[in-house]
C-alpha cells in the first residue's frame, strides 16, 4: 500500500530520471550501517536454487538493464535479490539513443524502452564489480551472486561483433560470476541479425573458447527475443548444444505492440523500442515451454518476461524455467517484490 502510493508520485516524472533519483536516494540510506542492517532484514527472501555450480539464496534476479554500470549492487544485495545482472556493458563507454527513452504504459503494466546500450564501458563495470567485493560483496553464507551482459558497441560493424564481445568478457571474466551475450536487443540497429545460426556460432565460439582457457570457466548463457519464430529457436537450441552454451535467458524485450490496453495514438507517439512488463508474460513463457520441450530439458532457462507476482513466476518455473529475472515488475510493484514473490513460492 505505501509503494502504491510512491508509485504514484513518482510516476508523475520523467521516467528514466526518476529511475535514478530512486536508486540513489536509495543508495545514500543504504549507507548508513544502521539502515542498511534493517533493509537486508526487512527485505530477506531464501528459497535456495542451485545451478552451474552456483547457490542463488533465491530463484528471483535482476535482469540486465536496471543496474547497467554496476553502480547499485550493495543496495540491490540489501534488496533481497538472489542475483543481479550488470550491464548490458560494451567495451567503450556510449550515450545510448536520444532522450526521452523509456516510457511507462500503466494501463498494461508495461515499459517501452529504445536506451540503445547507454553504458560506462566494460573496464568501469568490472572496476565497480572489483570494488564492491573488496569490501565484502559477494562473499559469505546468502552471497549475492552476479552476472555480466555483454554486447557490442553501436558504431561497430556487424562483421566485427566478436571482437566486442570477447573484448567485454575480458574485462569482466575475473569479476562476475557468470555471463549472458545479448544479441536480442531491439534498440540496436541490426543487432537482432546476430541471432542468425553463422553470426551466432561466430560470437559464442570465440567466446567459449575464451571462457574454456580460464581456470574456472563461467557459466555462458545467451539472451533471446521473444520474437523469433520456431525454427529460429530451434536453431538457437542446436548452436546451444554445438558451443556447449550453459543456458538461455527467454527473454528480451518485445517489438510487438498487440493487445495493448494503452490508447494507440499514445503508444505510436512513442516510437521504436522494446516492450516489457506484463504483455511479454504469456510469449515468454511460450518461449520458455518450447525450449525445455526441444531442448529435452537439458538446458537450463532463466525465465524473464511479465514476472510480477510468485503466480507469474511458478508460471515460469512450470514451462521450464529454473531461475527468473524481473524488471518492469521490480518498477511496479515495488522494492518487496522478491520477497513477495518468495513468501508466495
Known amino acids: 500500500m505505501m509503494y502504491a502510493l510512491l508509485r504514484r508520485i513518482l510516476f508523475n516524472f520523467s521516467t528514466e530520471s526518476v529511475h535514478h533519483f530512486a536508486m540513489d536516494v536509495l543508495r545514500a540510506a543504504d549507507g548508513i550501517p544502521p539502515v542498511h542492517t534493517w533493509l537486508s ?10 545451478a552451474w555450480g552456483l547457490t542463488f539464496r533465491n530463484p528471483v534476479g535482476l535482469g540486465a538493464g536496471f543496474d ?11 534488496l533481497g535479490f538472489g542475483f543481479v545482472e550488470i550491464g548490458t556493458v560494451t567495451p567503450r563507454p556510449q550515450p545510448g539513443n536520444d532522450k526521452p527513452r523509456l516510457f511507462r504504459l500503466p494501463p498494461d503494466k508495461a515499459l ?7 553504458n560506462e564501458g566494460a573496464e568501469a563495470a568490472a572496476d565497480r564489480v572489483r570494488a564492491w567485493r573488496e569490501r565484502g560483496g559477494g562473499t559469505g553464507h546468502n552471497a549475492l551472486i552476479v552476472g555480466g551482459n555483454i554486447g ?27 555471463f549472458v551475450v545479448n544479441v536480442s536487443s531491439p534498440n540496436t540497429p541490426g543487432l537482432r541479425a546476430l541471432q542468425e545460426k553463422d553470426a ?4 559464442l565460439g570465440n567466446v567459449q573458447e575464451l571462457n574454456q582457457g580460464l581456470a574456472q570457466p563461467r557459466p555462458l548463457l545467451l539472451k533471446i527475443a521473444p520474437d523469433l519464430t520456431e525454427g529460429q529457436l530451434d536453431d538457437i537450441i542446436d548452436l546451444a548444444n554445438t558451443v556447449r552454451l550453459s543456458g538461455l535467458v527467454a527473454t528480451n524485450t518485445t517489438i510487438s505492440r498487440e493487445g495493448l490496453s494503452t490508447p494507440s495514438a499514445t503508444v505510436t507517439s512513442i516510437g521504436a523500442g522494446g516492450l516489457s512488463g506484463a504483455p511479454l508474460r504469456a510469449r515468454s513463457t511460450e518461449v520458455i515451454r518450447h525450449i525445455r520441450e526441444r531442448s529435452g530439458g537439458d538446458l537450463p532457462i532463466i525465465g524473464s518476461g511479465g514476472v510480477f ?16 529475472q524481473v524488471w518492469t515488475g521490480f518498477i511496479y510493484e515495488g522494492p518487496g517484490i522478491v520477497k513477495k514473490i518468495c513468501k508466495g513460492l
Open 41 to 50: 532484514r526487512a527485505f530477506a527472501a531464501e528459497l535456495p536454487r542451485t
Open 68 to 78: 547497467k554500470n554496476a553502480v547499485y549492487l550493495s543496495e540491490l544485495d540489501a
Open 112 to 118: 517501452i524502452n529504445r536506451m540503445g546500450f547507454n
Open 152 to 178: 557490442k558497441n553501436k558504431d561497430t560493424p556487424n562483421e566485427d561483433a566478436e571482437k566486442d564481445y570477447t573484448l567485454c568478457f575480458k574485462a569482466l571474466q575475473d569479476c562476475v560470476d557468470y
Open 200 to 203: 551466432l556460432l561466430r560470437i
Open 309 to 324: 507476482t510468485a503466480g507469474d513466476a511458478r508460471e515460469k518455473f512450470d514451462a521450464g524455467a529454473l531461475l527468473v
